[in-house]
Protein backbone atom coordinates (compact mmCIF):
# COMPACT_ATOMS: atom_id res chain seq x y z
CA UNK A 1 0.00 0.00 0.00
CA UNK A 2 2.69 2.24 0.88
CA UNK A 3 4.47 1.81 -2.35
CA UNK A 4 1.45 2.59 -4.42
CA UNK A 5 0.97 5.64 -2.36
CA UNK A 6 4.34 6.95 -3.26
CA UNK A 7 3.37 5.87 -7.03
CA UNK A 8 0.66 8.02 -6.98
CA UNK A 9 1.65 10.83 -5.51
CA UNK A 10 4.86 11.05 -8.28
CA UNK A 11 2.07 10.36 -11.03
CA UNK A 12 0.20 13.57 -9.70
CA UNK A 13 3.36 15.41 -9.84
CA UNK A 14 4.44 14.30 -13.39
CA UNK A 15 0.84 14.91 -14.78
CA UNK A 16 0.94 18.65 -13.61
CA UNK A 17 3.98 19.37 -14.99
CA UNK A 18 3.96 17.51 -18.53
CA UNK A 19 0.30 18.38 -19.27
CA UNK A 20 -0.53 21.07 -16.60
CA UNK A 21 -3.84 18.48 -16.00
CA UNK A 22 -3.69 19.36 -12.32
CA UNK A 23 -3.30 22.88 -10.46
CA UNK A 24 -0.98 22.93 -7.51
CA UNK A 25 -3.86 22.94 -5.14
CA UNK A 26 -5.57 20.50 -6.57
CA UNK A 27 -2.42 17.94 -6.45
CA UNK A 28 -2.27 19.29 -2.42
CA UNK A 29 -5.63 18.16 -1.42
CA UNK A 30 -4.55 14.63 -3.16
CA UNK A 31 -1.38 14.31 -1.18
CA UNK A 32 -3.38 15.46 1.53
CA UNK A 33 -6.08 12.81 1.22
CA UNK A 34 -3.35 10.14 0.82
CA UNK A 35 -1.77 10.94 3.59
CA UNK A 36 -4.67 11.25 5.52
CA UNK A 37 -5.67 7.97 4.93
CA UNK A 38 -2.37 6.53 5.68
CA UNK A 39 -2.69 8.03 9.16
CA UNK A 40 -6.06 6.44 9.94
CA UNK A 41 -4.67 3.32 8.80
CA UNK A 42 -2.03 3.74 11.70
CA UNK A 43 -3.96 5.10 14.30
CA UNK A 44 -2.81 2.24 17.34
CA UNK A 45 -0.93 3.85 19.86
CA UNK A 46 2.78 2.71 19.72
CA UNK A 47 4.37 1.60 22.96
CA UNK A 48 7.69 0.90 23.94
CA UNK A 49 8.34 -1.51 26.06
CA UNK A 50 11.44 -2.05 27.72
CA UNK A 51 12.83 -4.97 29.97
CA UNK A 52 15.09 -3.29 32.60
CA UNK A 53 18.86 -4.08 32.13
CA UNK A 54 20.94 -6.55 30.15
CA UNK A 55 20.58 -10.37 30.76
CA UNK A 56 24.76 -10.35 31.90
CA UNK A 57 27.49 -8.39 32.77
CA UNK A 58 27.55 -4.55 32.35
CA UNK A 59 24.12 -3.07 32.90
CA UNK A 60 22.28 -6.19 34.42
CA UNK A 61 19.71 -6.58 37.09
CA UNK A 62 19.66 -6.88 40.64
CA UNK A 63 19.42 -11.37 41.97
CA UNK A 64 17.74 -12.29 44.86
CA UNK A 65 15.47 -15.15 45.18
CA UNK A 66 14.26 -14.19 41.56
CA UNK A 67 16.74 -12.52 39.12
CA UNK A 68 15.47 -9.43 37.76
CA UNK A 69 16.97 -9.29 34.10
CA UNK A 70 15.37 -12.99 33.61
CA UNK A 71 11.90 -11.54 35.16
CA UNK A 72 11.84 -8.35 33.46
CA UNK A 73 11.63 -10.06 30.11
CA UNK A 74 9.27 -12.34 31.14
CA UNK A 75 6.81 -9.86 32.19
CA UNK A 76 7.50 -7.85 29.07
CA UNK A 77 7.04 -10.63 26.58
CA UNK A 78 3.73 -11.18 28.58
CA UNK A 79 2.90 -7.78 27.74
CA UNK A 80 3.67 -7.74 24.57
CA UNK A 81 0.90 -10.76 24.12
CA UNK A 82 -1.70 -9.07 25.77
CA UNK A 83 -1.57 -5.69 24.63
CA UNK A 84 -0.70 -6.85 21.29
CA UNK A 85 -4.15 -9.13 21.33
CA UNK A 86 -5.87 -5.21 23.29
CA UNK A 87 -5.23 -3.59 19.38
CA UNK A 88 -2.04 -2.08 20.13
CA UNK A 89 0.83 -1.97 18.65
CA UNK A 90 4.00 -2.80 20.55
CA UNK A 91 7.51 -1.30 19.30
CA UNK A 92 10.72 -3.46 21.83
CA UNK A 93 13.12 -1.64 23.35
CA UNK A 94 14.99 -4.16 25.10
CA UNK A 95 18.92 -4.55 25.08
CA UNK A 96 20.39 -7.53 26.10
CA UNK A 97 24.38 -6.81 26.09
CA UNK A 98 26.19 -3.65 26.24
CA UNK A 99 29.58 -2.99 27.00
CA UNK A 100 28.76 -0.02 30.23
CA UNK A 101 26.34 0.74 32.22
CA UNK A 102 26.09 4.27 30.26
CA UNK A 103 26.47 2.82 26.97
CA UNK A 104 23.40 -0.04 27.94
CA UNK A 105 21.00 2.94 29.07
CA UNK A 106 21.76 5.74 25.55
CA UNK A 107 21.04 1.91 23.23
CA UNK A 108 17.73 1.85 24.93
CA UNK A 109 16.55 5.31 25.00
CA UNK A 110 18.30 5.36 21.38
CA UNK A 111 15.93 2.62 20.30
CA UNK A 112 12.90 4.76 21.90
CA UNK A 113 13.66 7.96 20.74
CA UNK A 114 13.79 6.34 16.38
CA UNK A 115 10.04 5.21 16.44
CA UNK A 116 7.77 7.90 17.19
CA UNK A 117 6.11 6.86 20.45
CA UNK A 118 3.47 7.48 22.17
CA UNK A 119 4.04 5.93 25.43
CA UNK A 120 7.45 4.35 26.80
CA UNK A 121 7.22 1.81 29.74
CA UNK A 122 10.26 0.09 31.44
CA UNK A 123 10.00 -3.11 33.36
CA UNK A 124 11.64 -3.29 36.63
CA UNK A 125 12.14 -5.11 40.01
CA UNK A 126 13.38 -3.92 42.88
CA UNK A 127 15.44 -4.54 45.64
CA UNK A 128 17.38 -2.81 49.03
CA UNK A 129 20.32 -3.14 50.95
CA UNK A 130 18.67 -5.03 53.65
CA UNK A 131 16.53 -7.29 51.22
CA UNK A 132 13.85 -7.07 53.17
CA UNK A 133 11.92 -4.90 50.71
CA UNK A 134 8.37 -5.45 49.29
CA UNK A 135 5.42 -3.51 47.25
CA UNK A 136 4.84 -2.32 43.84
CA UNK A 137 5.78 1.61 42.81
CA UNK A 138 6.01 3.32 39.61
CA UNK A 139 8.22 6.52 38.58
CA UNK A 140 7.07 9.32 36.11
CA UNK A 141 8.42 12.39 35.48
CA UNK A 142 8.42 14.83 38.36
CA UNK A 143 6.38 12.36 39.73
CA UNK A 144 3.57 13.64 38.21
CA UNK A 145 0.19 11.41 39.60
CA UNK A 146 -0.79 10.61 36.21
CA UNK A 147 -4.18 7.91 35.99
CA UNK A 148 -2.62 5.30 34.17
CA UNK A 149 0.76 4.57 36.45
CA UNK A 150 -1.90 5.02 39.80
CA UNK A 151 -4.06 2.49 38.53
CA UNK A 152 -1.04 0.08 37.92
CA UNK A 153 0.30 0.62 41.32
CA UNK A 154 -3.65 -0.19 42.59
CA UNK A 155 -4.56 -3.29 40.41
CA UNK A 156 -0.63 -4.99 40.93
CA UNK A 157 -1.16 -4.03 44.94
CA UNK A 158 -4.87 -5.14 44.62
CA UNK A 159 -2.89 -8.83 44.30
CA UNK A 160 -1.35 -8.84 47.74
CA UNK A 161 1.75 -6.02 47.81
CA UNK A 162 2.27 -3.00 49.55
CA UNK A 163 1.37 -0.40 47.40
CA UNK A 164 4.28 2.56 47.53
CA UNK A 165 3.23 4.53 44.98
CA UNK A 166 3.89 6.79 41.83
CA UNK A 167 7.62 8.78 42.99
CA UNK A 168 9.75 11.18 41.06
CA UNK A 169 11.59 9.79 38.52
CA UNK A 170 12.87 12.96 36.95
CA UNK A 171 16.53 11.47 37.41
CA UNK A 172 16.52 8.04 36.13
CA UNK A 173 18.06 8.36 32.39
CA UNK A 174 15.03 6.81 30.56
CA UNK A 175 12.27 8.63 32.20
CA UNK A 176 14.15 11.97 31.48
CA UNK A 177 16.04 11.44 27.56
CA UNK A 178 12.97 9.83 26.25
CA UNK A 179 11.18 11.60 24.02
CA UNK A 180 7.70 10.01 24.93
CA UNK A 181 5.78 10.10 27.90
CA UNK A 182 7.62 7.93 30.34
CA UNK A 183 6.90 5.60 32.74
CA UNK A 184 9.02 2.76 34.72
CA UNK A 185 7.25 0.39 37.11
CA UNK A 186 9.00 -1.70 39.89
CA UNK A 187 6.85 -4.51 39.81
CA UNK A 188 7.58 -5.86 43.12
CA UNK A 189 11.02 -6.65 44.90
CA UNK A 190 13.34 -10.14 44.01
CA UNK A 191 13.36 -11.44 47.33
CA UNK A 192 10.33 -13.00 50.00
CA UNK A 193 7.27 -12.11 50.43
CA UNK A 194 7.06 -10.39 47.27
CA UNK A 195 9.01 -12.51 45.20
CA UNK A 196 6.92 -16.11 46.40
CA UNK A 197 3.63 -13.70 46.00
CA UNK A 198 5.01 -12.63 42.14
CA UNK A 199 5.63 -16.46 40.92
CA UNK A 200 1.94 -17.50 42.69
CA UNK A 201 0.46 -14.13 40.46
CA UNK A 202 3.02 -14.26 37.80
CA UNK A 203 -0.22 -14.14 35.15
CA UNK A 204 -2.55 -11.70 36.94
CA UNK A 205 0.44 -9.50 37.61
CA UNK A 206 0.79 -8.96 33.69
CA UNK A 207 -2.93 -8.71 33.38
CA UNK A 208 -2.90 -5.77 36.02
CA UNK A 209 -0.36 -4.03 34.55
CA UNK A 210 -2.43 -4.31 30.89
CA UNK A 211 -5.77 -3.75 32.19
CA UNK A 212 -4.54 -0.44 34.31
CA UNK A 213 -2.97 0.83 30.95
CA UNK A 214 -5.41 -0.23 28.72
CA UNK A 215 -7.71 2.96 29.09
CA UNK A 216 -4.64 5.29 28.09
CA UNK A 217 -3.33 3.45 25.24
CA UNK A 218 -6.11 3.61 22.93
CA UNK A 219 -7.05 -0.34 23.55
CA UNK A 220 -9.72 -2.01 20.95
CA UNK A 221 -10.41 -4.53 23.80
CA UNK A 222 -9.99 -4.63 27.56
CA UNK A 223 -8.18 -7.51 29.25
CA UNK A 224 -9.89 -8.93 32.05
CA UNK A 225 -9.29 -7.25 35.48
CA UNK A 226 -7.39 -9.69 38.04
CA UNK A 227 -9.03 -8.06 40.71
CA UNK A 228 -11.85 -5.25 40.97
CA UNK A 229 -10.88 -2.08 43.12
CA UNK A 230 -13.00 -1.51 45.89
CA UNK A 231 -14.02 2.25 44.65
CA UNK A 232 -14.35 4.52 42.00
CA UNK A 233 -11.72 7.45 41.80
CA UNK A 234 -12.39 11.60 40.06
CA UNK A 235 -9.38 12.31 37.57
CA UNK A 236 -9.34 15.50 35.74
CA UNK A 237 -8.32 16.04 31.98
CA UNK A 238 -6.25 19.02 31.09
CA UNK A 239 -8.23 20.80 27.58
CA UNK A 240 -5.31 23.90 27.09
CA UNK A 241 -1.84 23.70 26.78
CA UNK A 242 0.64 25.10 29.76
CA UNK A 243 -2.12 25.35 32.37
CA UNK A 244 -0.75 26.21 35.71
CA UNK A 245 -0.85 24.28 38.53
CA UNK A 246 -0.58 25.77 41.78
CA UNK A 247 1.59 24.71 45.31
CA UNK A 248 -1.21 26.29 47.38
CA UNK A 249 -4.53 26.77 46.61
CA UNK A 250 -4.22 30.47 45.35
CA UNK A 251 -4.65 32.56 41.93
CA UNK A 252 -1.75 34.69 43.34
CA UNK A 253 1.38 34.16 40.62
CA UNK A 254 3.96 33.46 43.21
CA UNK A 255 1.75 29.83 43.43
CA UNK A 256 2.07 28.70 40.56
CA UNK A 257 4.46 25.56 40.91
CA UNK A 258 4.62 24.58 37.41
CA UNK A 259 2.46 24.04 33.91
CA UNK A 260 0.74 21.00 32.48
CA UNK A 261 0.27 19.90 29.13
CA UNK A 262 -3.18 19.26 26.95
CA UNK A 263 -4.48 15.94 27.78
CA UNK A 264 -2.22 15.32 30.69
CA UNK A 265 -4.48 13.65 33.07
CA UNK A 266 -4.23 13.72 36.97
CA UNK A 267 -6.38 12.47 39.64
CA UNK A 268 -8.38 14.15 41.85
CA UNK A 269 -7.93 14.32 45.54
CA UNK A 270 -10.62 16.80 47.02
CA UNK A 271 -12.53 19.36 45.39
CA UNK A 272 -13.59 21.26 43.90
CA UNK A 273 -12.57 23.85 46.78
CA UNK A 274 -13.93 27.62 46.76
CA UNK A 275 -11.10 30.11 46.04
CA UNK A 276 -11.74 33.80 45.48
CA UNK A 277 -14.54 33.98 42.54
CA UNK A 278 -13.50 30.44 41.03
CA UNK A 279 -12.41 26.84 42.34
CA UNK A 280 -10.15 24.21 42.09
CA UNK A 281 -9.39 20.98 42.67
CA UNK A 282 -6.46 19.63 44.88
CA UNK A 283 -4.47 16.29 42.36
CA UNK A 284 -3.33 13.11 44.90
CA UNK A 285 0.19 14.72 43.75
CA UNK A 286 -0.99 17.91 46.77
CA UNK A 287 -0.78 20.89 44.08
CA UNK A 288 -3.88 22.79 42.85
CA UNK A 289 -5.26 22.95 39.30
CA UNK A 290 -8.51 25.24 38.08
CA UNK A 291 -11.93 23.64 38.36
CA UNK A 292 -13.29 25.76 35.51
CA UNK A 293 -14.72 23.91 32.81
CA UNK A 294 -13.09 25.94 29.99
CA UNK A 295 -9.54 24.35 31.34
CA UNK A 296 -10.82 20.86 32.65
CA UNK A 297 -12.96 18.20 32.50
CA UNK A 298 -13.68 15.85 35.25
CA UNK A 299 -14.83 11.97 34.62
CA UNK A 300 -14.69 9.22 37.33
CA UNK A 301 -13.69 5.89 36.54
Known amino acids: MKQLETRLLHLLEHLAFRWGGLHHKQICLLKIGLKLNKKRRSSKMKIGLNAGHTLSGAG???????????????????????LTTAGVQVVPCTVD??????????????????????????????????????????????????????????????????????????????????????????????????AALYEQKFEEVCRAI??????????????????????????VKVLVDNLAVRKTPSWDSSAVYGRVAKNEVFTIAEGPIKVGGGSMYKLISGVYITAASKYVSVYEK
Open 97 to 194: SAPTQAAYLQKVVAMANATDLDYFISIHLNNDAARAGHGVEAYTYEGRQYPDAVEVCEHIAALGFTNRGVKAGSGLYVIRKTKAKAMLIEVCFVNNPD
Open 210 to 235: AYALSDYVAAESKPVAPVQLPEKKKY
Open 60 to 82: SGTIGVISESAETRRVCNRLTEL
